[in-house]
């Protein structure tokens, strides 16, 4: 299991798996693809993603305009 945190409410979550759980509970599905990560169901619903890996992995959200408004990192 993988705890990603960020700064903005609701924008902690959990991975185990191809599952996610958000800070509110919401559980929802990650397809993978080569890094390229897919968010559906829960709070995290329709979110791409990019797996970055590094000392500490991140996990960077594009927006519609293909950039990087926000990432986190993998928490203690």
Known sequence: MLVFQHAGP????TIKGASNTDSSGAT??????GGNL????GNLNGQAAIYKGGN???????D?????????????
């Open 10 to 13: 609701l924008q902690n979550f």
């Open 28 to 33: 929802g599905e990650i397809e993978n693809s």
């Open 38 to 41: 897919q968010f559906s169901g």
């Open 56 to 62: 500490p992995p991140t996990i960077s959200f594009i």
């Open 64 to 76: 519609d305009n293909g950039e990087e408004p926000f990432f986190c990192q993998l928490g203690q």
